[in-house]
């Protein structure tokens, strides 16, 4: 299995933005927290998975903009939460791998495979048609 650990060892991990799965339906729960529905595929057991975050883990899913790198995140958390910077960024890796297993997130390289969504103006995947934040049809 290729984690993002891999990119760790080359020193871009952290270079990198990470960008929310279109696919899913994304809630912001009564209490505050995010929750994401993942529809399962295949014909046996349940029909969609929904994953509820906590306070922090809700907190980093809403800085994860496509526009900021992760070290961006991690120097945000880092200042907002009290953390040490490495602490903050061994945190941050290790959440990003978990969402990225479980499809929530995908990483791309800060200004490359990416374009500019032609109407909110964020950083969408190169290859998608419709912007995942606003939904308008790329051309």
């Known amino acids: 299995m290729h984690t993002i650990f891999m990119g760790l060892m080359s020193g871009d991990i952290l270079d990198q933005v990470a960008v929310r799965n279109p696919d899913l339906e994304w809630n912001i729960e009564p209490t505050g927290e995010t929750s994401v529905t993942v529809k399962q595929k295949g014909f046996f057991g349940p029909k969609a998975k929904k994953y509820v975050f906590d306070e922090i883990g809700s907190y980093v899913l809403r800085l994860l903009d496509g526009r900021r790198t992760l070290r961006e995140v991690a120097q945000i958390l880092a200042y907002e939460k009290n953390m040490d910077i490495k602490q903050a960024e061994a945190s941050l890796i290790s959440y990003i791998n978990q969402l990225q ?7 791309l390289p800060a200004g490359g495979n990416v374009k500019i969504c032609q109407s909110c103006g964020r950083k969408i995947p190169s290859e998608a048609v419709y912007c995942p934040y606003c939904g308008v049809k790329q051309s």
């Open 101 to 107: 297993i479980r499809g929530v997130v995908k990483l």
